[in-house]
């Protein structure tokens, strides 16, 4: 049985590793070295939390956006230029989760894949050797006062309800949770079992080494369509010809959308871009990441020093990235940590590709045109967290056994009567 797994992004990599252990020969396309900045696995926020199961489409969002559009120094942005293209996904987008009963069924869809993340990660990078690389700890997430917190009043209920372990940090246990804690805030949550990534580009070069010691190989190649015989993919075409295969695994991030037209299925995915600061010094004192809300941003230690993350803006994957809200999220972290000023110099900056779907759920699941071609894409904000579940579930699909979670909410099949439009 040879596999090709398209993409060798975190999704990729993980599915990668999990066929390799069922027994698959495995070979990996991608047209970027493994680990390189193109993919949004690489300098992402780093966090693993199962807390991630509330989307970012939420009840007030709506009200927001108009506010997030027109501010400066905001967390969120659309390129003029492609405010027509992207509207239809982005309305859809927000309708996603604007009452409490929608929010309620994606948390419902999305706690089963995010539960248990910081073992499956800390199992997975003490098989490749690396246990280095994953930090398994607490994530807190800290408010300025306790509306602040109120106002996310919904979003901790439902994590509650779903099972993530939470405690209210008050502000007389702040300075003890969070030595060194930030400017302006007097209490938080934490999720104790939450965890991070301390290198997420090493992660990917690391996981792709012992891969490749175990006997997989990877092509420096663009998958451009399928060769479907008898509805079984028999070949993945590339600029250097057609690959042959038992099976194939789409998990090339944003660009799945349109080699999963390629088998039939109309995708409504669209790019988030986000954006993260690499400090290369670590003054801030931390040792686990924070989620500052009310700042959208998020802060993480790691092994380079310190990584601050956040930011949305919806333009075209491959317009130049607006390096102002880089400008935005070191005002916004220094304002929590001064210290951080002076190292603005040195700081590696980076603008990702989040691949996103219209109704915040990834597409993990069967293929239209093809039995043996599964998806693996679409994971938004959460595609570190969740990647070696989504990898344990592909391989399942692969054999044709029962996943270990449902999976129906994440099926192709969802958006057949999405529009053109969307899509
Ligand atoms: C600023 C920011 C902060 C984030 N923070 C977090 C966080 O803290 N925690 C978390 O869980 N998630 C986070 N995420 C989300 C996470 O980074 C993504 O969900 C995840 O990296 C997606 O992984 P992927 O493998 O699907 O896609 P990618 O990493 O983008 O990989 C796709 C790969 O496919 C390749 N490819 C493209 N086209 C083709 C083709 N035709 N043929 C072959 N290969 C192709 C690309 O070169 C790429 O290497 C964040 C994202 C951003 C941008």
């Known amino acids: 049985m040879h596999t090709v797994v398209v993409g060798a ?30 993919s949004a696995s690489y300098g992402n926020g780093s966090m693993i939390s199962p807390a991630f199961m509330i989307p970012v489409s939420n009840p007030g969002l709506w009200r927001k956006v108009p506010g997030f559009l027109l501010g400066r ?19 859809n987008f927000v309708l996603a989760g604007a009452t409490e009963a929608r929010l309620r069924g994606l948390a419902a869809a999305l706690a089963p894949l995010t539960r248990g993340a910081p073992a ?12 280095d690389l994953v930090q398994r700890g607490p994530l807190h997430y800290l408010y300025p006062h306790e509306e602040a917190l109120e106002g996310d009043h919904l979003a901790w209920q439902l994590r509650e309800h779903f099972g993530v372990e939470k405690r209210l940090v008050t502000q007389a246990e702040l300075r003890c949770a969070v030595p060194n804690s930030p400017v302006g805030y007097k209490l938080g949550i934490v999720v104790p079992d939450s ?13 792709w080494k012992q891969l490749a010691s175990r006997g997989a190989t990877w092509m420096q190649e663009a998958a451009t369509g399928f060769q479907v015989e008898n509805g079984r993919v028999v070949g993945v075409e590339t600029s250097k010809g057609r690959l042959r295969c038992d099976s194939v695994v789409i998990a090339a ?53 310190v990584r601050v993350a956040g930011q949305v803006e919806l333009a075209h994957p491959d317009a130049p990235p607006n390096w102002d809200h880089i400008r935005i999220l070191h005002k916004r972290a220094t304002e929590a ?29 069967l293929s239209s045109g093809a039995s043996n071609a599964i998806y693996a894409f679409g994971h938004a904000h959460i595609g570190l967290t969740t990647a070696p579940r989504t990898a344990r579930i592909v391989v399942a699909l ?21 529009s053109a439009m969307d899509a």
């Open 9 to 38: 992004g975190i999704v990729g990599l993980a599915a990668a590793w999990e066929l390799l252990e069922a027994g698959s020969d495995v070979t990996l396309l991608d047209p970027a070295p493994i680990g390189s900045d193109a």
């Open 73 to 91: 120094d905001s967390p969120m942005s659309v390129r003029a230029v492609d405010f027509a293209r992207l509207s239809t996904w982005a309305i």
């Open 120 to 131: 499956l990660h800390e199992a997975f990078s003490r098989a490749i050797g690396r246990p």
């Open 195 to 207: 965890g991070f990534c301390n290198d997420t580009s090493g992660y990917s070069k690391a996981i």
């Open 253 to 305: 991030g944003h660009a799945s959308v349109k080699l999963a037209a390629a088998l039939g299925d109309r995708v409504p995915l669209k790019v988030e871009r986000g954006y993260s600061l690499q400090y290369r010094e670590n003054p801030t004192g931390l040792d686990s990441p924070l989620m500052l809300p009310d700042k959208r941003i998020a802060i993480t230690p790691n092994h380079l020093g």
């Open 337 to 365: 940590y001064p210290e951080l000023a002076p190292h603005l110099q040195t700081a590696e900056r980076w603008m990702g590709r989040r691949p996103s779907m219209s109704d915040c759920k990834p597409v993990i699941g």
């Open 398 to 418: 692969m054999k044709g056994t029962d996943p270990e979670i449902p999976v129906r909410p994440f099926s192709p099949r969802r958006f057949r009567r999405t």
